[in-house]
């Protein structure tokens, strides 16, 4: 299960996101935030081990961009993504707003 090769704790959190990967540009919304990635609600297909871009849109309306993979997918409900290789800035930013969102 997915829950178990997590190393970092999700919170439910709705963000904006922008991604873009080999099927097209897309607006959608997180679901949950960790450290370790997200699960972003999108009708976009996707394909398990993707590379994407994309950006989420911190509460104060600041967007912060990442790369990422995708680590698993739901067909019309969206997937997961771990983050590859964030920046320091986006490193303090997702832990600035996990833990302002209690966790």
């Given at each position: 299960?997915?829950?178990?090769?997590?190393?970092?704790?999700?919170?439910?959190?709705?963000?904006?996101?922008?991604?873009?990967?080999?099927?097209?540009?897309?607006?959608?919304h997180?679901?949950?935030?960790?450290?370790?990635?997200?699960?972003?609600?999108?009708?976009?297909?996707?394909?398990?081990?993707?590379?994407?871009?994309?950006?989420l849109?911190?509460?104060?309306?600041?967007?912060?961009?990442?790369?990422?993979?995708?680590?698993?997918?739901f067909?019309?409900?969206?997937?997961?993504?771990?983050?590859l290789?964030?920046?320091?800035?986006?490193?303090?930013?997702?832990?600035?707003?996990?833990?302002?969102?209690?966790?």
């Amino acid at each position: 299960m997915e829950d178990e090769r997590r190393q970092h704790q999700r919170v439910p959190l709705l963000l904006d996101v922008v991604w873009e990967g080999g099927a097209g540009r897309y607006e959608v919304h997180t679901t949950d935030v960790g450290m370790g990635g997200c699960f972003i609600d999108s009708l976009g297909p996707v394909t398990v081990g993707e590379a994407l871009y994309f950006k989420l849109r911190l509460p104060g309306g600041r967007w912060i961009e990442f790369r990422g993979k995708v680590a698993s997918a739901f067909p019309n409900i969206g997937f997961g993504v771990r983050f590859l290789n964030m920046s320091e800035e986006a490193r303090a930013s997702i832990a600035q707003l996990l833990e302002s969102a209690g966790a």
